[in-house]
Nanobody, 116 residues
């Protein structure tokens, strides 16, 4: 069982990035999926989540209107489109798949650095 994030990197303020998270060893179809981030010296926080019902999404107030989470069950992938990035979006971003009990998986994280 594995979640692998990709798409991180260095971007200027106002720029965009698209993160992808590939799941293997299980099917995401029955999992709630989410992206989290952790900045240096801060606790990990929820950025966005998408339930099994794809039209059910939740966003942190700080990213509403700028980030979009989506899932592709056929490809076993979850995405995070990030637009109008700000300095405070700098963090390590993690994807998560959860369906209760022991079925709670995290990726290893990908670094996003927003800098001029």
């Amino acid at each position: 069982v594995q979640l692998v994030e990709s798409g991180g990197g260095l971007v200027q303020p106002g720029g965009s990035l698209r993160l992808a998270c590939a799941a293997s060893g299980f099917t995401i179809r029955r999992y709630n999926l989410s992206w989290h981030r952790q900045a240096p010296g801060k606790e990990r926080e929820l950025v966005a989540a998408v339930a099994i019902a794809e039209d059910n999404t939740v966003y942190a107030d700080s990213v509403k209107g700028r980030f979009t989470i989506s899932r592709d069950n056929a490809k076993n992938m979850v995405y995070l489109q990030m637009n109008n990035l700000k300095l405070e979006d700098t963090a390590v971003y993690y994807c998560r798949a959860v369906r209760g009990g022991p079925y709670d998986y995290w990726g290893q994280g990908t670094q996003i650095t927003v800098s001029a």
